[in-house]
């Protein structure tokens, strides 16, 4: 089946996945980004985003909760602002179609604002931008993470998605760094995966029942009990994310998501905001070497590890050594 002690290849990960997903229902077109984007995470140890997440693909299309053959539509509303109605259809191939548009606004204006509705995002961000920060741009992008699991400090519900965001900047003379996080404590992700893993979470990470601290991530979940980073702060930035990738989108907030919410699927139909900028617009084409500057500051000051890092150094060994099969790899060939 293409494993070879206990590894497989990028390429091959990728077509299982995608065979994978047509089978659900997904168009071939559809299923190869989708298949790139979990294949990727995995190879770059993001296994919550990864294999772990292709079930859930597959339930959202068997069920029909989302349509994995829709055909974005794109509608240029200024020199460097294009809206795009995914139909109904995940984020990632609206966002590929996109492509020359964006290309277009960058090369003409230097300037690129993306605004995605009526879609589903089911994985990282870093993947949607990374491409950008290695062509020079520097890149943000958001997206309302619905539905709401996440519980503030004095809230009586949960009112939040995870609502993650991430950010790219190139770096003379090195990989970009990008940054990927949810504003929640911990990725919904990675909630379930200590939870099947039967392993603790710190005390800060969420609330359960009665609304009292607890390390159980199994409580955490079935309570929606999971706490913002840092405090309001955390808070602060998931209701900033909510207003930018849900209410300037025209995509659902997460409470709008929530109350449409069924048992056909994990997937939100919400929105996405992806900001695109030519940095060296104005002169300024040293702006690669100042970030690499900054960058060479923190690791002499004893800064460890970057944004990124990880990825990098795990997407190096799987050029080497291939991707490890997980049980969550195994069962796809089945």
């Known amino acids: 089946m293409g494993v070879l002690d206990s590894h497989v290849s990028f390429d091959e990960l990728r077509e299982l996945i995608s065979t994978t997903l047509q089978q659900a229902g997904a168009a071939r077109w559809v299923a190869d980004i989708l298949a790139a984007n979990c294949a990727g ?4 140890g993001a296994l919550s985003h990864g294999v772990f997440r292709v079930a859930g693909y597959v339930k959202s299309l068997e069920s029909g909760q989302t349509d994995g053959a829709a055909v974005p539509v794109l509608t240029n509303v200024g020199p460097s602002f294009l809206r795009v109605d995914a139909a109904n259809g995940f984020a990632q191939p609206a966002l590929v179609l996109a492509a020359d548009t964006v290309d277009t606004m960058l090369d003409e204006t230097g300037l690129a ?3 995605v509705r009526d879609s589903h995002h089911f994985s990282a961000l870093w993947p949607d931008i990374e491409r950008f920060a290695e062509r020079g741009f520097v890149a943000l992008t958001m997206v309302v993470g619905g539905t709401r699991v996440v519980r503030p400090r004095g809230a009586v519900e949960p009112v ?7 950010f790219a900047t190139p770096v003379e003379g ?6 990927d996080f949810a504003t929640s404590a911990m990725s919904h992700g990675d909630l379930q995966l200590a939870r099947n893993a039967g392993r603790q979470v710190s005390l800060e990470v969420g609330t359960g029942v009665g609304g009292r601290d607890t390390t159980d991530p199994g409580e955490i979940l079935a309570e929606r009990g999971l706490l913002p980073f840092g405090g309001h702060k955390g808070s602060a930035l998931s209701l900033m994310v909510e207003v930018l990738a849900g209410a300037l989108t025209g995509g659902a ?10 048992s056909a699927g994990p997937s939100p139909r919400t929105g996405q905001l992806v900001i695109v900028i030519d940095p060296r617009r104005g002169a300024n084409e040293v702006f690669a070497s100042r970030v690499a500057a900054l960058a060479n500051m923190l690791r002499g000051a004893g800064v460890s590890r970057l944004p990124a890092d990880q990825r990098y150094q795990a997407r190096a060994r799987v050029l080497q050594d291939g991707i490890p099969v997980t049980p969550a790899i195994s069962a796809l060939f089945v």
């Open 174 to 179: 090195a990989p970009p760094i990008v940054m």
């Open 113 to 115: 604002v993306v605004a």
């Open 253 to 262: 907030f997460s409470f709008e998501a929530d109350a449409s919410a069924s």
């Open 160 to 166: 939040f998605g995870t609502n993650p965001l991430a």
């Open 41 to 44: 995470c995995e190879r770059d």
